[in-house]
């Protein structure tokens, strides 16, 4: 099983609409965890940090389930600029605090 | 926020040749660097773990014998790939963490512009 599954996508969806992502991560000593979001040929960039309790930033939410290892990003009123691979990312702790790191799924925004 | 520079952004080299990109935390001190290699439509894979004053530490599968690391300082580090094959082109990202902040957080990490390497 791989460490961190994201669903595979494209979504392909328009302007405006609600878009959910989900993904799973088998470290259960997971100690932190992130959506990145990554324009093709760049680095990838934080987008939000994922808490137990669910955080918001403007039109993102992101929800955290530690007991069924599964974290969600959920976009409303998409925009044509929220185009782009999303990343899933679980920081496994230790002494070096790897990031590791899902696949990404691609989202584009059509008008 | 912290930036992290690398250079070059983008290089060509022949098949043989050795390629060295620099990774710079440009405004916070960095003990831990991390070198990441992305393949096209796969996710970014961890290579090594760059340490100041001490060894890298390589992943599983990746040889240290033909990515050189250097951490020299608090602020760069660089890796060298060595008889470069067209099998190593690929997209490589430095990142680094900020010696200030608590491990963990939520921008423990910061990432480079990344190197697009294509070995002819």
């Known amino acids: 099983r791989k460490e961190v599954e994201q669903d595979p996508g494209p979504f392909n969806v328009p302007e405006g609409a609600t878009v959910a992502f989900n993904c799973t991560y088998s470290n259960s000593a997971s100690q932190s965890f992130f959506w990145y979001r990554q324009d093709c040929r760049k680095e990838p960039k934080l987008l939000m940090s994922?808490?137990?309790s669910g955080n918001e930033d403007g039109r993102f939410t992101a929800q955290l389930n530690r007991a069924s290892q599964y974290i969600s990003l959920l976009i409303r009123d998409s925009k044509l600029s929220d185009s782009a691979t999303y990343l899933c990312?679980?920081?496994?702790?230790?002494?070096?605090?790897?990031?590791?790191f899902g696949k990404g799924t691609k989202l584009s925004v059509k008008p | 926020g912290a930036v992290v520079s690398q250079h070059p952004s983008r290089v060509i080299c022949k098949s043989g040749t050795s390629v060295k990109i620099e990774c710079r935390s440009l405004?916070?001190?960095?003990?831990?660097m991390f070198w990441y290699r992305q393949f096209p439509k796969k996710s970014l894979m961890l290579m090594a773990t760059?340490?100041?004053?001490?060894?890298?530490?390589?992943e599983q599968g990746v040889e240290k014998d033909k990515f050189l690391i250097n951490h020299a300082s608090l602020t760069l580090s660089t890796l060298t790939v060595t008889s470069a094959h067209p099998e190593d082109s690929s997209f490589y990202i430095c990142s680094a963490r900020d010696n200030g902040r608590l491990a963990g957080g939520p921008h423990e990490q910061y990432f480079g512009p990344g190197t697009r390497l294509t070995v002819t």
């Open positions: 405004d916070f001190q960095a003990t831990t």
């Open positions: 990312v679980v920081n496994i702790g230790g002494s070096q605090g790897n990031l590791i």
């Open positions: 994922v808490y137990s």
């Open positions: 760059s340490n100041e004053g001490s060894k890298a530490t390589y």
